[in-house]
């Protein structure tokens, strides 16, 4: 069976907005909740980015769902405090909190200072991240000299069991260079091949942990509304990945965005005002294997959605 949760978008809510819409969402039916950690929004539009971790904590101890977060290591955050803000949650809540790692991406990350890396780079610190917060959490010292430093790392507070670490990839190459060093792997929709061939480079990797797949959609009671939401809010996210590392500030993303469509904007969310066409379209997924759907309707106002879902979607979900 397939676990369906709620993706709690801190780019477009504030805090306490988002802290209310977990809880409405865990009374709706939603088995878990996810986001994303955030210091910019993708557009001025959107006009929000709380700090997640201060927030994960909230929303942990205010709800009984598990909650994961996708984030990234070694530049905003050293690798030693991300593995002692993880252990520290993953201790006072057992079993209920998982983190992914990605590569990172410029807008969050430039207000550290640093000259944003090549891709291969970024990876490279990725996999120097992985082990260094793997061992962290094992209760080494570590010392570490490569693409970050860290002198005698320790984490004092540790859980009894680690949190699961899982991967953030949007690639197959990606998927499969990590996957024998993770719990899992996180995505985002895409089609369909795209993403049997991502959960075949992570299989193929040696993966074997959990798979879990973000599903950005837009529901209103009317098609055009649905497709206005999208637009409105989630247009700077159509642009391809890769770009989107690149870029370093919402107004860079605002200005990208101009150029897109429709037709380039519904490959990146699902729009329909139908919530059994939603149902299709989230069984499509399950089908390919993912094991965890997460999904993040790109509107502001999330009542509605929650409201509408808990009662003509979740039910008919695998």
Known sequence: MTLIGFHASHEQASPSRLLEDVRLAEAAGFG???????????????????????????????????????TATGFRYHPVVTAQATATLASMFPQRFWFALGSGE?????????????????Q?????????????????VVDHDGAVKVDRGRVWDRPETPPDIL????????????????????TVNAPLEDLRRILGAYRDGGGRGRTVLQV???????????????????????????????????????SHA????????????????????????????????????????????????????GDAVLPYLP
């Open 106 to 122: 410029h807008c969050n990350e430039r207000m550290s200072g640093v000259a944003w890396p090549p891709k291969e780079e970024r």
């Open 258 to 309: 101009a150029e897109l469509d429709d037709g380039d904007l519904e490959g990146a969310v699902i729009v329909s005002d139908d919530p059994a066409e939603h149902v299709d379209f989230l069984c499509e997924f399950a089908e390919l294997g993912f094991d965890e759907i997460y999904l993040h309707h790109v509107g502001p106002d999330q009542r509605p959605f929650i409201d509408t879902f």
């Open 167 to 186: 991967l953030h990839a949007l690639t197959p190459e990606t998927a499969g260079r990590f996957a024998d060093r993770v719990d899992g792997l996180v």
């Open 32 to 70: 878990a909740a996810m986001c994303s950690d955030h210091i910019e929004p993708w557009s001025r539009r959107q006009g929000h980015s709380g700090f997640a971790w201060s927030w994960l904590g909230a929303a942990l101890a205010t709800t009984d769902l598990r909650f994961g977060v996708v």
């Open 216 to 254: 950005h959609l837009s529901w209103a009671p009317t098609r055009e509304r649905a497709r206005e939401i999208a637009r409105e809010q989630w247009a700077t996210n159509a642009l391809p990945p890769e770009l989107m590392a690149e870029l370093a500030t919402p107004e860079e993303f605002e």
């Open 124 to 140: 490279q610190l990725l996999g120097e991240n992985l082990d260094i917060v793997r061992r962290l959490h094992a209760g080494e």
